[in-house]
């Protein structure tokens, strides 16, 4: 039988996306391999969230193709993609309140999406949720309260426990640790590569941050004014950019 991981687990052809006149992406292609971390790095507008938002099937590009596992994802039907979204699939929004349910309970947040791919025994489903909150340095005591007597560090915590949980393959961050303090910003950043690293993810991390993409990514993407300029591994990019556009933001960041 053929090892999956000989094939890359996301093939992305030509993707662009125009709103009118102004363009979002253009002609992005790349491979993401299985447990590789891809970072989108890029000034303000440079069209990350657009591919971001194109690859997770949540805007629809005008042109390119995108194959998950073989399979095409713009061509499949809604119902197909939610159940994509929802197993194999998990996606880190850089506000914790666009990816939990505020009114829900910790526990119930992690629950609920065990509950979506089947789980039913609530013993199970608790002990579980118990257990990822330990994973996510949240007191196993703090189960029934609701994400907004949290922190901004724990909320965006549980976040990632609710997504992590059902053990997807494939991970879109967008901004993950912006909007913390930097000291909160620190501890997610070593929380998150610690569990990147133990569930053998594949991530695409969108971020302006190039501290955040070195910690995180294997491989970088630079993208500016929609078009992918430059990518390599990331120590590559980093240490020896070869665009101008990659040397002043590498530069304008060893400034700050
Ligand atoms: N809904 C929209 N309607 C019209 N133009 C849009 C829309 N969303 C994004 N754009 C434009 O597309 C371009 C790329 O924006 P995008 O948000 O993808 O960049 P970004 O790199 O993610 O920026 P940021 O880091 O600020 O989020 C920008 O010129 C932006 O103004």
């Not at 996606?91 to 039913?120: C, I, K, T, W, Y």
């Amino acid at each position: 039988m053929k090892d999956l991981r000989d094939t890359p687990l996301l093939v992305v052809e030509d993707l662009s996306k125009r709103y009118g006149a102004r363009i979002g992406c253009v002609d992005v292609s790349f491979d993401l391999w299985p447990g590789e971390v891809l970072g989108i790095v890029g000034e303000s507008g440079s069209g990350k969230s657009t591919l971001l938002s194109c690859l997770a099937g949540q805007l629809a590009p005008d042109t390119g193709r995108v194959l998950y596992q073989g399979h095409d994802t713009l061509e499949m039907g809604e119902p197909q993609r939610r159940t994509l979204a929802r197993t194999d699939w998990a996606f880190v929004h850089q506000n914790p309140r666009d990816g939990l349910r505020m009114g829900v309970s910790a526990g119930g947040n992690v629950g609920e999406r065990l509950m979506a791919v089947g789980a039913r025994n609530y013993g199970a489903i608790r002990e579980a949720a118990t257990d990822w909150l330990g994973r996510v340095e949240i007191d196993a005591t703090r189960i029934d309260d609701r994400p907004r007597q949290f922190s901004g560090g724990m909320q965006q915590r549980l976040q990632i426990a609710r997504n992590l949980v059902t053990a997807p393959k494939l991970v879109f961050m967008d901004e993950p640790t912006g909007g913390l303090d930097v000291s909160v910003q620190a501890r997610l950043l070593d929380l998150l590569r610690g569990l990147v690293r133990d569930m053998g993810l594949s991530v695409i991390l969108v971020t302006h941050d190039l501290a955040v993409a070195r910690l995180l990514a294997d491989r970088l993407m630079v993208m500016q004014g929609g078009h992918v300029i430059e990518q390599g591994l990331t120590d590559q990019v980093l240490d020896d950019p070869q665009a101008p556009y990659t040397q002043l933001l590498v530069s304008s960041v060893l400034q700050v």
